[in-house]
């Protein structure tokens, strides 16, 4: 059974869980919106959600450095208490999040952030691709949300695979450490810095560099 958009936007306001863990636990569940739920809840995903709303104000704020000082991040995550971020479960969870950042590079923690200018200006450049490769007018729509979808994936660090078990998501991940740690935790804000970055970098030429050597 195909699992559709409206399928998965119910199953999200019944348990909260996000909207790939929704579409997954569907396809999982063949279209069974009373199966998918308890797929979640095997999951822990459901049961994460239900922290989703508790206030989380502890934390730890990590840094990670990679390639001899060329990238550069800081990452914010919160949880409910200072004795669960004190412990090496949270600890590695934070850390592992600061090197997905490095090794991705996302724009925003999660969708709701991608500004509209931004999303109508990336769905217009899609639209254009869809149509000069000839697709139908009455399909390109439906293309272009699916192509939209892939934008999220790799600019939205929530929707991202992760680095360390691409089968998962940076949600689901997140959903699975709020299960097993009881409280609830969010991502709050991050900083990636990439040297040079912005600036027009300088091109060597191996012709001129070899002469003035030579006149040394």
Request: proline share 2%; hydrophobic share 40%; aromatic share 6%.
């Amino acid at each position: 059974m195909a699992v559709t958009a409206a399928m998965v936007k119910e199953l999200r306001e019944k348990t909260g869980a996000g909207m790939l863990d929704c579409k997954k636990a569907l396809e999982e569940a063949n279209g069974d919106l009373t199966k998918a739920v308890e797929v979640l809840r095997e999951k822990g995903l459901a049961a994460a959600a239900n922290k989703a709303g508790r206030i989380a104000t502890e934390g730890a704020v990590q840094s990670y450095i990679h390639a001899g000082g060329k990238i550069g991040v800081l990452v914010e995550v919160n949880c409910e208490t200072d004795f669960v971020a004190k412990t090496d479960d949270f600890q590695d969870f934070v850390k592992d999040i600061a090197m997905q950042i490095a090794a991705t590079s996302p724009r925003y923690v999660r969708r709701e952030e991608v500004p509209q200018e931004e999303l109508d200006k990336e769905k217009e450049i899609l639209r254009s691709q869809a149509l000069n490769e000839g697709k139908p007018e009455h399909i390109v729509d439906k293309m272009v949300e699916g192509r939209i979808g892939k934008y999220y994936e790799e600019f939205c660090l929530m929707e991202q695979a992760f680095i360390k078990d691409p089968d998962k998501t940076i949600s689901t991940l997140l959903n699975e450490k709020i299960s097993k740690i009881g409280e609830n935790i969010t991502i709050r804000r991050f900083a990636r810095f990439e040297l040079g970055e912005g600036l027009e970098k300088k091109q060597e030429n191996f012709a001129e560099e070899v002469m003035s050597q030579a006149k040394m």
